[in-house]
């Protein structure tokens, strides 16, 4: 079993700046394909980024892209979120997300370990 634990969310101005961290437990975390999702009151969660295990390849949703930025820290078994120039918009509890068989899928089906979620709000 992995846990999954999220933080670095918070109340920010728009334009503002966040990091949110996603630590992973398990000796496995090297192989997994990471992921970030959101899910915005009222609404579906939805992909937001996703990152090989290797860390070689990224993948962003159109909304985010040149404003977020997906990494990892394999050694650490962390995964990271930088959140730039934020809009209103892009509050949401943001979920990390393992696939433990290292898939390349943008989708939430695919992936099978969660965290409990860390609150950002963005004011306008």
């Known amino acids: 079993q992995v846990q999954l634990v999220e933080s670095g969310g918070g109340l920010v101005q728009a334009g503002g700046s966040l990091r949110l961290s996603c630590a992973a437990s398990?000796?496995?975390?090297?192989?997994?394909?990471m992921g970030w999702f959101r899910q915005a009151p009222g609404k579906e969660r939805e992909f937001v980024a996703a990152?090989?295990?290797?860390?070689?390849?990224?993948r962003y949703v159109d909304s985010v892209k040149g404003r977020f930025t997906i990494s990892r820290d394999n050694a650490k078994n962390t995964v990271y979120l930088h959140l730039n120039s934020l809009i209103p918009e892009d509050t949401a509890v943001y979920y990390c997300?393992?696939?433990?068989?290292?898939?390349?899928?943008?989708?939430?089906?695919?992936?099978?370990?969660w965290g409990q979620g860390t609150q950002v709000t963005v004011s306008s």
């Open positions: 398990g000796r496995t975390f090297s192989s997994y394909t």
């Open positions: 990152i090989s295990w290797s860390g070689g390849s990224t």
């Open positions: 997300a393992a696939d433990r068989w290292g898939r390349w899928s943008f989708t939430d089906g695919a992936y099978d370990y």
